[in-house]
C-alpha cells in the first residue's frame, strides 16, 4: 500500500570529546540533587562519567585499556553519557514531578548493555524516553512528560508519543501494538490538534552493547530501513486511533570511522496506517521545522 514514509536525520553527532561531555556534567549532582534524585556513586550514570574520566587519559595516551576501561567499555559509556548530558541540558529548569520518578527508574540496570537482561532493562527503557524527548528539546521542541510517555507540542499541533524499545526483532510487532494501545487511550481525551506517533527504539536490536559501528550513516540508515520492511506486515494490522499516524523506528550507536568516536542515529518514520494524507503532511513539515532539514 503506498504511504508517507520518509528518513529523518535525528542527531548525526560530530567527534566527540571526553572532555567537553565531563566538562558539560559538572553539575549534575546538583541538578539530581534540586530534582529529589539520589545520587549514587555506581548507578548507570555514574558508572559511565567514571569510565569516560579514566578514558580521557587512557585513550588520549594511545593506550588500549587503562584502570579497567576497554574500548568497547569506553564506547558505550560514552554514548551513554552524551544521552545524560542532552537530557540535563534539556531539561534542567523543567518540572521536577515530571522528571524525579523517570530518572530513578533511568539511573536503574547493569552499567553496560551487554548486560541487560528481562528483569533489569526498564532503565534504558526509560532512558530512551528521556534521550527522545531531550534531542527534540535541544532542536526547539517544547516537550511534556505526559501519557502515555511524552508530547512534543508543535505550534499548531501536539504529538503524544508512545515509547517502546523491544529485546529482539521478535518483539516489535507485540511493541507497536502495545504503544498502539496507550495511545488510543491516550488520543480519546484529547482535541482534534492531538496525533499519535509510536516511537521505537531498535537500538538494542542493531547493537547489543559488546560492539561499535563501522560503518557510516547511509549503512546505518540501510540496516533500519531493512528492519522496517521486515516487520512492517507484522504490525500494519494493529488497530490505531484514527489520529495515531505513524510509527518511528529510531536506532543509535557507537561509532568509529578511523577518525575518532561518534554517536551515529537515524529515524524512519512510516504512516500507521493509509495512505498520505494532509495529518502525515503536517508531521513531515513540523519535524522539517524541527529538524531544519529537508526530510
Same mark, same amino acid.
Given at each position: ?16 570529546? =571526553? ?7 559538572? $553539575?549534575?549532582?546538583d ?5 529529589? !534524585?539520589? @545520587?549514587?556513586?555506581?548507578?548507570r ?19 588500549? $585499556? ?17 544521552e *545524560?548530558? +542532552? ?6 529548569n523543567?518540572? &521536577?514531578?515530571?522528571?524525579? +520518578?523517570?530518572? @530513578? ?13 528481562? #528483569? ?7 532512558m ?20 502515555? +510517555? ?17 529485546e ?7 511493541? @507497536?501494538? +502495545?504503544a498502539?494501545?496507550q495511545?488510543?487511550?491516550? *488520543? ?52 490505531f486511533? &484514527? ?40 508531521? #513531515? ?5 524541527? =529538524?531544519?532539514?529537508? !526530510?
Amino acid at each position: 500500500m503506498p504511504g508517507c514514509e520518509y528518513t529523518v536525520v535525528m542527531y548525526r553527532s560530530a567527534q566527540l570529546k =571526553y572532555s567537553d561531555i565531563l566538562r558539560d556534567l559538572q $553539575k549534575l549532582d546538583d541538578w539530581l540533587r534540586a530534582v529529589g !534524585v539520589p @545520587v549514587r556513586s555506581m548507578d548507570r550514570a555514574h558508572y559511565a562519567i567514571e569510565k569516560l574520566e579514566k578514558a580521557e587519559q587512557a585513550f588520549a595516551a594511545g593506550a588500549e $585499556k587503562a584502570s579497567g576501561v576497554s574500548k568497547s567499555d569506553c564506547l558505550f559509556a560514552l554514548t551513554e553519557a552524551l544521552e *545524560l548530558r +542532552d537530557v540535563y541540558d534539556a531539561f534542567r529548569n523543567h518540572p &521536577p514531578e515530571q522528571l524525579r +520518578d523517570r530518572l @530513578v527508574r533511568a539511573f536503574s540496570g547493569p552499567p553496560l548493555p551487554a548486560a541487560e537482561t528481562k #528483569k533489569n532493562r526498564d532503565g534504558r527503557n526509560i532512558m530512551f524516553e528521556l534521550a527522545l524527548g531531550a534531542e527534540w528539546a535541544l532542536l526547539g521542541g517544547d516537550i511534556d512528560f505526559v501519557e502515555p +510517555d511524552l508530547a512534543l507540542k508543535m505550534p499548531r499541533r501536539t504529538y503524544l508519543t508512545a515509547c517502546k524499545r523491544p529485546e529482539s526483532e521478535h518483539g516489535i510487532r507485540a511493541a @507497536v501494538k +502495545d504503544a498502539a494501545g496507550q495511545l488510543r487511550a491516550a *488520543l480519546t481525551q484529547t482535541g482534534e490538534d492531538h496525533f499519535g506517533i509510536v516511537a521505537v527504539s531498535l537500538s538494542r536490536i542493531l547493537n547489543r552493547g559488546d560492539a561499535y559501528f563501522a560503518g557510516n550513516y547511509e549503512r546505518l540508515s540501510e540496516l533500519l530501513n531493512g528492519l522496517v520492511a521486515t516487520h512492517r506486515p507484522g504490525w500494519r494490522s494493529t488497530e490505531f486511533h &484514527p489520529r495515531s499516524i505513524a510509527v518511528a523506528f529510531y536506532a543509535h550507536t557507537p561509532a568509529n570511522w578511523g577518525q575518532g568516536l561518534y554517536r551515529l542515529s537515524a529515524m524512519r518514520i512510516v504512516e500507521a496506517f493509509g495512505e498520505n494524507t494532509e495529518d502525515h503532511r503536517n508531521l #513531515k513539515s513540523d519535524l522539517s521545522d524541527l =529538524y531544519a532539514v529537508s !526530510v
